[in-house]
Structure formats: C-alpha cells, structure tokens
C-alpha cells in the first residue's frame, strides 16, 4: 500500500520562511506532487518532482530525494494569502497514474 | 474551458435516499478520478477512469458506492442508500495523460442527516 506522512499543522509569520516535510512509503513510485487548498476551494496543483533536486516556481520551491523517499515544500516571502492546507501527493503508476494524497498541513502565516 | 464541473454544489438528503453526483472534466483530458475529503481520513481516491473505463476501484468503500463513465464529458458517483458516515465533500478531478497535475473541481458538499 502507500503511505505519506506530513505535519499536521505549522504556524509561521509574515516574510518569514517556512518548510513542509513529507515521508513517503509506496510502489510504483514516479513522483511527489504539492497541492495547495484554501478553506472551503478545491486543492490546486503547485509542483511537481519526478527528479531528485529542487524545483522553484516563484516563492515556493520542492525537493525530492527518492532514495530517502523524502521531499519538501518550501515557502519564502510568506503572505497571509498562503495560510492554507497543503497536501504532498505521490504520482504512481500501475495500469494508469493516479494520485495518492497526505493527510494535509495546516499552514497559519500570522502578522 | 471552464474547468472541472461538478453538481450540485450542496447536497443534504435522508439517510436511505439515493444520491447522484455529476461531474463534467475538462475536455480533452482522459482522466478523472472521484475523491472524498473527510477531516478525519484526509482526501481519498476512490475511483479512477482512462478513456471511460474504470482503472482501479479499489478505494470504493462499499457496494453501496458506484460510479459510471459514460462519455469522455460525464461521469457520476452514485450512492444507494446512502448513510451519516457518507457525509464528505466529494472531488472529482481530471488530468491528461494521466500526469501529476490534476485540475479539481469545487466539490460537492453532501450532508446525510
């Protein structure tokens, strides 16, 4: 089966940085997926690692190392916007890709 | 597009009734997966489709759970009867080629009271 795990929650203030863990078990393993989800909306797609390395977009960056089987998400220049839940997802593939998620961090950015 | 269409919205009903949730993917995307998010079991997948047929079932809860694929524009999740510990906000999300980007719909809320 699969499993991922995630801190529950984390609280970080304005400007600051701020990073999320996540430890995976699975097979068929292709890669980590981040998806971000306000209170109430649906979770949206952030990032994507197929690679070992970082990936940056913007002010968010992940990072996979597959032989820990281990990533992160990283959040810089936090805004208030980015309190939210996020979700670390791995990609498998066995007769089709499908997306198995984590439990959710709860990310509260404070003044 | 408009993206992923999901309906209704809300949804309360009666312990027994029978529930229909709608979804509509992105057109041109050949895959849709239906997900249920619970506060205390997360977001899970309970069904996938490629190109209308269903791929993995595996994480219907029970028989009272079904789902069909008519067309590559509409799918829906059935539940008969439906029951209390069903009430979750139901996802229904598409993506191409099966990749790591799935676009989510806004969900349905259902409430069996």
């Known amino acids: 089966g699969q499993s991922l795990e995630q801190p529950s929650e984390v609280t970080a203030v304005e400007g600051a940085i701020v990073q999320i863990n996540c430890t995976y078990q699975t097979s068929g393993f292709y890669g980590l997926s981040w998806y971000q989800q306000h209170d109430g909306g649906a979770p949206t797609f952030l990032s994507y690692n197929a690679l070992d390395g970082l990936e940056e977009t913007g002010r968010f960056s992940s990072f996979l190392s597959r032989s820990d089987s281990y990533g992160y998400l990283l959040l810089q220049e936090l805004q208030m916007k980015d309190s939210a839940s996020y979700f670390c997802a791995v990609f498998t593939y066995n007769q089709g890709g499908k997306l198995i998620f984590g439990q959710g961090t709860e990310l509260s950015v404070k003044p | 597009d408009a993206g992923v269409i999901q309906s209704p919205r809300h949804e309360v009903t009666e312990m027994g009734q029978e529930v229909t949730l709608r979804c509509k993917p992105i057109?041109?995307?050949?895959?849709l997966f239906w997900y249920r998010q619970t506060m205390m079991r997360g977001l899970e997948l309970l069904i996938y489709?490629?190109?209308?047929?269903?791929?993995?079932d595996s994480g219907m809860p029970e028989d009272r759970f079904s789902a069909k694929m008519p067309n590559a524009s509409f799918s829906t999740l059935k539940i008969q009867p439906s029951e209390p510990r069903d009430s979750a906000v139901y996802f229904c999300a598409s993506s191409l080629l099966g990749g790591a980007e799935a676009f989510f719909g806004q969900g349905t809320r259902l409430t069996v009271v």
């Open positions: 489709f490629n190109n209308n047929v269903p791929i993995d």
């Open positions: 057109s041109g995307h050949d895959y």
